[in-house]
């Protein structure tokens, strides 16, 4: 048990010293002049349409727990999910092992609204897997429309390897729909039965998957300049690898793994400029939906305590 509660700290510690070592090596000769320099060549309808691109991401944030509400048959009011959806990926996205403290947090907020223990864990996993049908769905159409991409990282894959991958994601994702359109009977695990989402629902989980990736994507690529720019197609291949390497790496805010990607991912560009367009991300993404995030748990907690001390009373 030791072992197994150490296990995953040890990897993630592991992976920023090494992930950091080797993004200090790509990094030689670069001062925080060059990438001030990047960051005050940043135009300033770019800084708004990176900030529009975080309003696009978050939005479809919310939603995925609208759409695992609405798979569960629960109706909750719209502004406390999007409030709860909100603070739980703004709290696990910078701490690390999402689908834990992300739990927490869904499991404080929506016990007040009367869903049981097991129907917050499928709402959590119905959300974890939204997020990688989104990554799957858009992974294979990078490999299908782009296979040159993997290039960038060395000889991973062959051209036609690497279309073929893309072929057969999209394929999987394709099986999944076709399994909501024959309306598969439930699984029974014991008391439980799990239910085959909808055709709507499975639709909407594309789609809200899809659109958060897109448009968190989206504020790296608005942040670059023009010079060396390969476009947004493989601004956004990149940015997946990197973000699901993060993720499965449970590394606090991919910390050092990001960087390191996307350095080796753009060679053609300056690096001051790939490290002044993920101080934005992480600025946007990361540390101002973090201080948010804060205050809302705070004031949330805070009214919690007030309400069970007058209940207590009476």
């Known amino acids: 048990m030791k072992l197994k509660r150490y296990f ?10 090494l992930s950091v070592w080797l993004l ?3 990094l030689r000769g670069l001062s925080l002049e060059k990438v001030g320099d990047s960051l005050a060549a940043i135009e300033p309808l770019h800084w708004a349409l990176a900030a529009l691109s975080t309003l696009v991401a978050y939005a ?6 609208r759409v695992a509400l609405l798979h569960l048959g629960k ?7 999007t409030i709860c959806s909100f603070t739980t990926y703004a709290l696990s996205h ?5 689908v834990v403290s992300g739990g927490v947090v869904r499991y404080r907020a929506y016990s007040t609204k009367g869903l049981s223990p097991a129907e917050i864990g499928l709402l959590i996993a119905f959300c974890s897997f939204t997020f990688i049908l989104g990554t799957i769905t858009l992974i294979g159409l990078v490999l299908v429309f782009d296979p040159d991409i993997v290039l960038r990282f060395g000889d991973l894959l062959p051209i036609s390897a690497s279309r073929a991958t893309g072929a057969f994601l999209l394929f999987l994702v394709a099986l999944y729909l076709i399994g909501s359109v024959m309306r598969l009977k439930p ?10 989402p909808s055709l709507h629902v499975t639709l909407s989980q594309i789609t809200i998957g899809s659109c958060e990736l897109l448009g968190a994507a989206g504020i790296i690529y608005f942040a670059l300049p023009d010079a060396g720019n390969p476009g947004y197609f493989v601004v956004l291949g990149i940015f997946l690898m990197s973000f699901s390497a993060a993720l499965i790496s449970h590394v606090p805010g991919g910390l050092g793994v990001l960087e390191l990607v996307f350095v080796m991912g753009l060679p053609d560009m300056a690096d001051a400029d790939v490290i002044a367009a993920l101080l934005v991300f992480r600025l946007f993404y ?11 748990v705070l004031l949330f907690e805070r009214s919690r305590f007030r309400s069970e001390k007058t209940s207590g009373e009476i």
Request: hydrophobic content about 65%; charged content about 10%; aromatic content about 14%.
């Open 60 to 65: 479809a944030l919310a939603g995925y727990d």
């Open 286 to 296: 990361l540390i101002i939906p973090f201080v948010m995030a804060l205050l809302v």
């Open 8 to 17: 995953w700290p040890v990897v993630a510690t592991a992976t920023i010293v």
């Open 94 to 98: 910078n701490i690390g092992a999402s």
């Open 24 to 26: 200090l090596r790509e």
């Open 75 to 81: 109706r909750i009011d719209w502004l406390f999910i």
């Open 187 to 196: 699984l029974h695990l014991g008391r439980f039965a799990i239910v085959y």
